[in-house]
Nanobody, 127 residues
Framework: QVQLVESGGGLVQAGGSLRLSCAASGRTYTTSAIVAWFRQALGKEREFVAAMRWNSGNTYYADSVKGRFTISRDNAKNTVFLQMNSLKPEDTAIYYC???????????????????WGQGTQVTVSS
């Protein structure tokens, strides 16, 4: 089992920045691991935001955040970050960290592709 704990959410004005963290403990990541961020706005379905292959560091982004958000990692601390810049009110959501140790040729962008989830952290962007 992998336990994920997110932190770093909060309230920020439009145009501002936040950095989310996702710390893993327990079994942690294998070489095939993928770690991702999803978000869920009120009344909407959970959507893919960004992902990283743990071994290679290759990154993947939703079109809506490309150029504004950056996913990165600290291998030694088994921690993944999501740097969010130029935030918009439509970025307001609960942000979830997710992980999978399964082997995928294509990085999954659906919830079903991930076995481990954090509890979520609220990000609110005011206009």
């Amino acid at each position: 089992q992998v336990q994920l704990v997110e932190s770093g959410g909060g309230l920020v004005q439009a145009g501002g920045s936040l950095r989310l963290s996702c710390a893993a403990s327990g079994r942690t990541y294998t070489t095939s691991a993928i770690v991702a961020w999803f978000r869920q706005a009120l009344g909407k379905e959970r959507e893919f935001v960004a992902a990283m292959r743990w071994n290679s560091g290759n990154t993947y982004y939703a079109d809506s955040v490309k150029g504004r958000f950056t996913i990165s990692r600290d291998n030694a601390k088994n921690t993944v970050f999501l740097q969010m810049n130029s935030l918009k009110p439509e970025d307001t959501a609960i942000y979830y960290c997710a992980a999978s140790n399964n082997i995928y040729n294509i990085v999954p962008r659906r919830q079903a592709g991930y076995d481990y989830w954090g509890q979520g952290t609220q990000v609110t962007v005011s206009s």
